[in-house]
């Protein structure tokens, strides 16, 4: 058995009633004593601060004497406005999906290095279901755009003849982007975590520090990389020939 936060245990003395119910409704084999796992409950709890701080923000929001949170947030829009535009046609209309899952990835992986936290995102689970929702938005946003025959038309290739290789090939490349972005995210952030701990456990003075500092370089460069490499999913999925 895994560890159990101090968070985690009190979600399983006080919700373990509905937490067991809803995974005994869907068949998941668990323990009843401890239906709640450290990753869910990580990830409810940043699910609570995006929310709260977003609602923060929104109470706070001026034309005319923005505050130092709307200044990040507003960088933060800028960026990844910029990032879809480079990406995707007409990528404006993908930024609420592509912002989401930025800040919602960097929380995610950042909360990690908060004493008696975890990040969420060091357990499988969680990155491979981002990733799925990523496959499934993508296909869909592909179909919508150009019509469901002519987007599958695209897996065959400019030429009958070479439908047959093509496909098979476009099939498996597909199916392999969610594990990539799975297996990319959890790798990095399981890695980052276990070297952070490793040195807290030796020592407590400057060396921790440096790698606590590489910790959150990589919570960023990976929410980076994951919501580009949605992007270019995205962008190849809609794009118009020319």
């Not at 119910?21 to 068949?27: E, G, T």
Request: some cysteine; charged content about 10%; hydrophobic content about 55%.
């Amino acid at each position: 058995m895994e560890h159990e936060l101090w968070l985690t245990a009190l979600l399983n003395r006080i919700l373990a009633g509905p937490a067991n119910a809803v995974l005994d409704a869907v068949k998941w084999q668990h323990n009843p004593a401890h239906p709640w796992s450290n990753w869910l409950s990580m990830e409810l709890l940043v699910v609570a601060i995006i929310v709260v701080l977003f609602a923060i923000l929104r109470s706070r929001l001026s034309v005319d004497k923005p505050g130092s949170l709307q200044h990040v947030f507003e960088l933060v829009y800028e960026f990844v406005k910029g990032q879809a535009d480079e990406s995707v046609e007409h990528g404006s209309k993908y930024i609420p999906y592509f912002g989401t899952l930025f800040i919602f990835i960097l929380f995610m992986n950042l909360i990690g290095i908060v004493p008696g936290f975890e990040s969420p995102t060091m357990t499988p689970a969680v990155p491979a279901g981002l990733a799925v929702c990523t496959f499934i938005l993508y296909n869909y946003w592909g179909a919508r755009e150009h019509g469901i025959g002519k987007y599958l038309a695209h897996f065959a290739g400019p030429m009958p003849w070479l439908a047959p290789i093509l496909i098979p090939i476009e099939f498996i490349s597909h199916l392999a982007r969610p594990l990539s972005l799975t297996i990319r995210l959890y790798a990095n952030m399981f890695a980052g975590e276990m070297v952070t701990l490793t040195f807290l456990s030796l020592t407590y003075l400057v060396i921790p520090a440096v790698f606590m500092g590489l910790h959150v370089f990589v919570a960023l460069l990976q929410a980076y990389i994951f919501m580009l490499l949605t992007m270019i999913y995205v962008g190849s999925a809609v794009a118009h020939e020319h």
